[in-house]
């Protein structure tokens, strides 16, 4: 599911950056482009990103998403 739509950043996209060593924001906008345009996606990225970093980058295949990483959808 997307998170970023702006840069069509998914979740999976986020917990693979966390495996490969993201932590904070700056570290996904630098790898992803996450929050670099509207920002919106900004606390949902985060939410995202400690949800990966507690699940050690990985998301568990027989689970749901986790509820802090649904997509994001920009309503302008
Ligand atoms: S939704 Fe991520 S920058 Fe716009």
């Known amino acids: 599911m ?6 069509a950043v998914t979740e999976r996209q986020i917990h693979e950056a966390a495996r490969a060593g993201a932590t904070t924001l700056k570290d996904l906008r630098r790898e992803l482009g ?3 345009e509207c920002g919106q996606c900004a ?10 970093t507690e699940a ?8 749901p998403a986790a509820p802090q990483c649904r997509i994001f959808m920009a309503l302008t």
Do not use: E, T
């Open 2 to 7: 997307y998170v970023c739509v702006c840069m």
């Open 34 to 36: 996450v929050s670099s």
């Open 43 to 52: 606390a949902q990225a985060r939410k995202c990103l400690a949800a990966a």
């Open 56 to 63: 050690g980058g990985q998301r568990p295949n027989s689970a």
